[in-house]
């Protein structure tokens, strides 16, 4: 009986993980997109620093979740800022202007998409917190079209939970797309949402940022 296996990166597969990556995230639109380029960039680090789970099933990829830390990654300031962004809004009962003139800007680059800014009523939007550098951020997570609705999504988040208890990590931040199921995947594992924006991807799709506490 064949059976879907999940293993850290080990420098196998390079070619299937990197086609399961591009068919999942570039988005066609006839010319070179330096945003999959960053995001391939970053993707291509995680693999290098064994940060990636891969799924396998009858000897193919058929998925992949990456992960590092905080201290490791660029995203710090803009992760801060969303937490700092909510907060504020959550006191104030007013949108940051600067935040909303973001996604106009970004609303005219794209010609698509609903400018919003919604915050969350919870723990971390009533009195903040500190992103502290060896807290875990998730990276990209791709499934084969054809190998979802089987639970690896789930099997794949609770792989990198783990290794952030593990890690002894504070907590756990990612930001993702809203306008598929991981957003809905992550609530349900105890992320706390904290800010959604858009239009933010290409699709005119909103991010929602959201974070999952471990003290």
């Known amino acids: 009986m064949k059976k879907i296996l999940i293993r850290k990166y080990e420098g196998n597969d390079l070619e299937k993980i990197l086609a399961l990556h591009r068919n999942t995230f570039f988005l066609v639109d006839g010319k070179n997109d330096n945003c999959y380029a960053d995001s391939l960039d970053g993707f291509k680090r995680n693999l290098n620093s064994r940060r990636v789970f891969v799924v396998y099933y009858d000897k193919g990829v058929v998925g992949f979740a990456g992960y590092n830390f905080i201290k490791d990654n660029q995203l710090k300031k803009s992760l801060q800022n969303s937490v700092d962004w909510a907060v504020n809004i959550m006191r104030n009962s007013s949108l940051d202007l600067k935040l909303l003139e973001l996604m106009k800007t970004r609303k005219k680059e794209l010609c698509k ?22 807290d875990m951020y998730f990276s990209e997570i791709a499934v084969d079209p054809e190998f979802r609705g089987r639970g690896i999504g789930k099997m794949l988040a609770k792989k990198r ?25 992550y609530e349900k594992l105890g992320f706390l949402p904290i800010i959604k924006a858009g239009p933010r991807y290409k699709d005119g799709n909103a991010e929602k940022v959201m974070c999952k506490l471990l003290d």
Do not use: D, F, M, P
């Open 113 to 134: 998409g609903q400018i919003l800014v919604e915050v969350y009523s919870n723990k971390i939007t009533r009195k903040g917190i500190k992103i502290n550098n060896n």
């Open 161 to 185: 939970i783990g290794v952030a208890k593990k890690s002894e990590c504070s907590a756990i931040y990612v930001s993702c797309w809203e306008g598929g199921y991981i957003s809905k995947l």
